[in-house]
């Protein structure tokens, strides 16, 4: 059972562009929305994460939206660059529980 | 220095053999994960342990095996290797209390012949 699905399984964005991946999840006890950032023959690596208690968080050109009403959360990359050029994966976790459920990756390839 | 390392980082072996996946983490996390990354699937929590000599099962821990007698390693045996456990093996840490943020490993990319 995927507790949290991630769409889509890849995207090519041109530089300069924005890149949008969504997740949505199942569990409504979910507290905790995490977006990791994996390189190639690297460890996933937390790039940003938000608490259901808001609805959009942003750190540089990286934003997560949040709707808790659907279910949904996503995050958008602006003015996306080669170096964003990564696997993203989105995850989840519930009150007090170290463990993350994980969405199932999205290949992100920014072109020239 | 200081971080979370795996080894081996590449292992081949062949089907039936005993494999084990050695993670150490000097930042004394207290929780320490295992998880494979197949194409299609994501990262999958295999077992995990929230203290030493306290470990639980994940989501896929079948024909797997864990310990941690100390809180610093958490080593992941495969008792008798099968082709389908061909796959990338990440394990992470946390500090418990502090944030639920994973810290991971550079992974074992395992082939099982």
């Known amino acids: 059972q995927q507790q949290v699905k991630q769409s889509p399984q890849s995207l090519i964005v041109q530089k300069g562009g924005i890149s949008i991946i969504n997740c949505a999840y199942e569990n409504t006890a979910f507290d905790y929305f995490p977006w990791y950032q994996q390189f190639p023959g690297k460890g996933p690596a937390l790039l940003i994460a938000i608490r259901p208690d808001v609805s959009e968080k942003k750190e540089g050109r990286f934003t997560i939206s949040f709707n808790k009403s659907a279910k949904q959360f996503s995050l958008h990359i602006m003015d996306s660059q080669p170096g964003d050029s990564a696997t993203y994966f989105c995850?989840?976790?519930?009150?007090?529980?170290?463990?993350?459920?994980f969405g199932t990756g999205t290949r992100l390839t920014i072109i020239p | 220095d200081a971080g979370i390392t795996q080894s081996p980082r590449y292992k081949i072996t062949e089907t039936g053999r005993q494999v084990t996946l050695m993670c150490h983490q000097t930042w004394s996390h207290s929780y320490m994960f295992w998880y494979r990354q197949d194409l299609g699937h994501g990262l999958r929590l295999i077992y995990y342990s929230a203290a030493a000599d306290i470990t639980d099962k994940g989501e896929v821990p079948d024909g797997y095996v864990v310990s941690r007698s100390k809180t610093e390693n958490f080593p992941l045996t495969l008792e008798s290797a099968t082709r389908s456990q061909t796959s990338v093996y990440f394990c992470a840490s946390s500090l418990a209390g502090v944030s639920v943020e994973q810290f991971f490993g550079p992974g074992t990319r395992l082939t099982v012949l």
């Open positions: 995850a989840a976790s519930k009150p007090g529980n170290e463990k993350l459920t």
